[in-house]
DNA sequence: TGTAGAAAGATGCATATGCAGATATTATGG
DNA sequence: CCATAATATCTGCATATGCATCTTTCTACA
């Protein structure tokens, strides 16, 4: 009998993991002259096309912990990209928007964002791309939890 | 002239984040148990295959960064899940391997691992998780740099 | 109406991530 | 042999990530 076999040959966390840091990386490049990393860079691309949402259900769309949104949105209302005001029907819920220099910082930082989009095409190929994407939306479908 | 499209729909980076996030919260709880992170159960796995390796090139086959790297072992070090020995040879490089703990550790936590692994092929079919995996194979060998 | 339970968000803690820059060591040219 | 460049690793800094837990606020029910 065969000893366990190594993980790593069949581990689906060790692929996605490592293509988010590689992804990651590319897009943090692109996107390091305009004062902004790949999350933040979603976040404001997130509030631009769902004004006025809570913490919570932009934390589900993102797939992401709301506690870590929470503290992820910290520098950004720091900077001023990002303000929240107190829901007028549900004191617990923050509402959040973007500033007009929110709005104005992603609107700058796009021709970053298309860079990296273009660096990603160039290595992948147009239809590979389309693939993977499609893979990996079939993936959050059935994954989410 | 429509305005700049909104990122979401073709944004290749907010996919990946998302599936990763996804994928690393249902191994960390899988793992939780045995004390481990997907992180960390995936390093160990590593030092298994690949016994005295030094954090550079382990650093480039995880696709991390070595600062990360040499971090991430801070915790398993710590534990004594983990060793290092400076290279005869070089001075510089530090030669990582498991120790018994490690590697006991490591095999008690394989249960875990094989529970995340089959949780994502249930959702995804076996074909469509081979076919993802494919997919990811492929794009971190284009985007390899 | 008053209180138990649910829900939204924030905090404490620990790990994860990578860039810029510092340090130590080795390799290279002269 | 020595100065310089290259390499391996580590530190300082800032952000990213999620769990357990706390506080505040709302909802439901008796």
Redesign the interface.
């Known amino acids: 009998m065969a000893s366990?076999p190594?993980?790593?040959d069949?581990?689906?966390?060790?692929?996605?993991?490592?293509?988010?840091?590689?992804?990651?990386q590319?897009?943090d490049r692109e996107l390091e002259p305009y004062d902004l990393t790949?999350?933040q860079?979603?976040l404001l691309?997130?509030l631009?096309?769902a004004p006025g949402a809570a913490i919570g259900a932009l934390a589900e769309s993102?797939?992401?912990d709301a506690t870590t949104l929470s503290r992820n949105l910290r520098p950004l209302e720091r900077r001023g990209l990002v303000s929240a005001e107190a829901d007028r029907d549900d004191g617990r819920v923050r509402k959040l928007k973007l500033t007009p220099q929110g709005r104005a910082a992603l609107?700058r930082a796009?021709a970053g964002?298309r860079a990296?989009?273009s660096q990603?095409a160039a290595?992948?190929g147009a239809d590979?791309?389309k693939?993977?994407?499609a893979?990996?939306?079939?993936?959050?479908e059935?994954?989410a939890?």
């Open positions: 366990s190594p993980p790593p069949v581990c689906t966390a060790a692929r996605v993991r490592k293509a988010s840091r590689r992804v990651s590319i897009y790949v999350t860079f979603g691309a997130q631009r096309a993102m797939v992401m609107e796009m964002w990296a989009q990603i290595a992948l590979e791309m693939a993977l994407n893979a990996l939306d079939r993936a959050l059935r994954l939890g």
